[in-house]
């Protein structure tokens, strides 16, 4: 881009207003669903609270916790099993070379750990910030999020953007700026790194005077302007402005956080019981209050004794209690309860909000609500309602896993064509997707109903390796030998007698299939493949049917 047109960009700011409808967006949900300075959301209810009042309610907490809960399930779009990433135009060589420099493209972190870490928060609370691809000190790209209040001014282009303009402090322009010489301490200068689809370079404003910094531009090797938009949702009334993947849930997360500072306000005020007693004379000084002219240091001048330690006690003499057997301890010493209904009231509120946040979120009916009109606690929930429910959280699944696909394949396409030029013709990301939210009983139950209803082996195949991929989910190695053993037993979706009612020919190996299998070691199960399992139980089964042809004569 010609240098005088971007002086100007930087003069006239051209993209002010979307950068600053970024950067209240960012506040906002930084505020609401990272808990980020969450104390300077809320707003006095002048009305009903003091000031006290006010600065107790606004510690209350944030919906870091809520949010937690709520985006819990899509860590599965990172650990699914399987998915692919291929590269076209790269040697064998220089795709065994690529693959392992993402492999540890920061801190340690593969891509795809960076895009689960660093990119899906920013597209929750930092919608219109962008990932950039920088270089170290050796020349070797990765990637950076680059949140929007560093922006200055940008041109979104779809997903890519067609020119950055970042604002640097002081601080940050010396590192570009390497002759002291040229760089201006006066603090009425402004410095900008503008980055476009060919270089990077270092402008300095003062007041309307825009010019360039004499040897700060550089070629940065990039095809394109190395910035990617985190959002890929665009603004109904302009595409540009992107928004954040919770943007549906966030008023309600407001009132949720507004809701749980009252409730917890609440707890703190009237949240103890109140210990009534009766007003007991002082021994010390008989109630005067005064022992002589100097105030009783027992009482501290009331002429009354106060129960303030868990050691004080008072003592009622024996003949009292005698002479009035009417005397009831619990009426003159009790506590005064907090009002538990309204507390739960306030709890069960805020539940119900919270399961509208999720569902909200998720596409889903859950329906739990304890409160209000939406009451519903006689719907039954059936296997088939479970699983009708469940295919929204697949969809919302699929469409973030769509979205780290989108900004995986971007990142390392960008990083690929500054390692290998022109040799990188494209990149291909698959993320698996072997999602499993179903429970195991309702797994197993939708097998048997498969089976019943006569499904194809394919099918019955598939809903098989997910009931025992939900039985194993947290151990491999019990899945690993289902899962292989499931290739070894013959007809495995049918009965003994299921077999022989169908006359099967072979019947024979599944009839000692079961006493082959128990005398199996697990060494033996993960060691050997399918195939050597199979000649191994075809061995067995004909030990077996000659011993039956040859038995061993009978002692007499």
Request: hydrophobic fraction near 35%; charge should be negative; charged fraction near 30%.
């Amino acid at each position: 881009m010609d240098k005088v047109l971007i002086q100007q960009i930087i003069k006239d700011n051209p993209n002010k207003e979307l950068v600053e409808f970024g950067c209240k967006q960012a506040d906002r949900l930084s505020k609401v669903i990272d808990g980020e300075d969450f104390e300077k959301w809320f707003t006095q209810d002048k009305y009903f609270e003091t000031d006290e009042v006010f600065n107790e309610r606004k510690k209350s907490q944030s919906n870091k916790d809520l949010f937690a809960r709520v985006f819990q399930k899509e860590e599965m779009v990172f650990n699914a099993r399987g998915g692919t990433v291929l590269y076209d135009g790269l040697s064998p060589a220089q795709k065994d070379e690529f693959n392992s420099y993402i492999s540890t493209i920061r801190n340690g972190q593969s891509v795809r750990h960076w895009v689960a870490t660093f990119a899906k928060k920013a597209y929750e609370v930092d919608p219109s910030g962008i990932i950039f691809i920088e270089k170290d000190d050796k020349g070797k790209p990765y990637p950076t999020y680059k949140s929007i209040h560093v922006i200055y001014d940008y041109k979104p282009n779809g997903g890519s953007v067609d020119y950055v303009c970042f604002k640097l402090s002081q601080k940050e322009a010396k590192k570009y700026v390497q002759d002291s010489a040229l760089f201006d301490v006066n603090t009425d200068s402004a410095y900008y790194r503008f980055v476009d689809e060919k270089s990077d370079m270092i402008f300095k404003k003062v007041a309307d005077n825009v010019t360039f910094v004499e040897g700060t531009e550089i070629t940065h090797g990039f095809t394109t302007c190395p910035a990617i938009m985190i959002s890929d949702i665009p603004h109904f009334r302009n595409a540009n402005k992107r928004l954040s993947k919770a943007d549906t849930c966030v008023e309600l997360a407001e009132q949720f956080m507004y809701d749980r500072s009252v409730r917890n306000t609440m707890k703190k005020y009237h949240g103890f019981p109140k210990l009534v007693q009766p007003l007991v004379i002082c021994r010390k000084c008989q109630g005067s209050g005064y022992i002589g002219e100097v105030a009783c240091p027992h009482c501290e001048g009331t002429g009354f004794t106060e129960l303030k330690k868990v050691s004080d006690s008072i003592k009622i003499p024996l003949n009292s209690l005698e002479t009035n057997s009417g005397l009831d301890i619990r009426r003159i010493f009790t506590y005064i309860t907090p009002d538990i209904q309204t507390w739960d009231k306030q709890d069960n509120s805020l539940n119900d909000l919270e399961n509208r946040i999720f569902d909200t979120y998720w596409g889903t009916d859950n329906r739990k609500f304890t409160t209000g009109a939406s009451l519903q606690s006689d719907i039954k929930e059936t296997a088939t309602k479970t699983m009708t429910n469940l295919q929204p959280v697949y969809a919302r699944l699929e469409r973030t896993a769509r979205w780290a696909e989108n900004i995986e394949r971007e990142i390392i396409y960008l990083i690929g064509s500054a390692l290998f030029k022109n040799s990188l013709k494209s990149v291909m990301v698959q993320y698996g997707r072997d999602y499993i939210l179903e429970s195991t009983e309702d797994l197993f139950n939708q097998y048997l109903e498969y089976k019943a209803k006569g499904a194809p082996q394919f099918v019955l195949n598939d809903a098989l390796e997910r009931y025992f991929r939900s039985l194993y989910q947290t151990n491999p190695v019990e899945l690993a030998m289902a899962l292989k053993i499931m290739e070894v037993e013959p007809y495995v979706h049918y009965t003994l007698k299921e077999c022989k009612d169908m006359q099967i020919s072979d019947i024979e190996s599944k009839e000692y299939f079961i006493e082959w299998y128990n005398g199996l070691k697990n060494e033996e199960i993960i060691s050997l493949s399918v195939e050597q399992l199979k000649q191994n139980l075809s061995i067995f089964v004909k030990s077996k049917e000659k011993v039956e042809e040859n038995p061993e004569p009978e002692l007499t």
